[in-house]
């Protein structure tokens, strides 16, 4: 019965912070009415803590990552793509640098290298990727720590991994608190 109250606990905490992180304002792509503007070197990162929890969504112009915004078919970009993906995974936690007293450990690293604005045509009532589109890759990582991560705080080190990558806006909730900042070449913070 524990292991059942444990999977479910599990599940609405995961729903929680997928709906939390998905009510965080965001940079969207270029085009959309009332969309901020999509802007390269510009990423926006959304970060939630709870409990021994951080979850970390990042959403960067796919050129900041890995060079081009363009959908890779050619050998050498999917392999520069498929490089860029790899390196996200395996340093999100130099990315984003947690309080190393709280012991965390990335748990979880999920990321789409292209995601594209969907745009209607008038003539055609179906989605379309119009060419020359701007693209994003969209990542999510979630740590578990040994404490609570209330009160701590959260360094960056994104330009120092992807040199393009030199600013971020940031949008945090933990607890009842919820702020923003911007980060510009890695300087600065952000408190959960």
Known sequence: MKSNQFIASTSVHSLL??????????????????HKAHEHGTASVNIVGEANTVTIQLESPSEAIYG???????PADI???????????????????????LSCKLIEATVNPFVTEAQEAKEDKKHKHKKGTHSEVHATFKFE?????????????????FKSLRKLKVQTLSGETQSGSTIVNDAGSAKL
């Open 17 to 34: 912070t997928t709906l939390v992180i998905a009510s965080l304002p965001t940079v969207a792509l270029a085009g959309g009415k009332g």
């Open 68 to 74: 081009f915004e363009h959908e890779a078919k050619k």
């Open 79 to 101: 392999k520069k793509r498929d490089e860029a993906v790899e390196k996200l995974k395996s340093n999100a936690d130099k990315m984003f640098i947690l309080d190393t007293s």
């Open 145 to 161: 720590c040994g404490k609570p991560v209330a009160g701590s705080e959260v360094k960056f080190a994104a330009k120092a991994q």
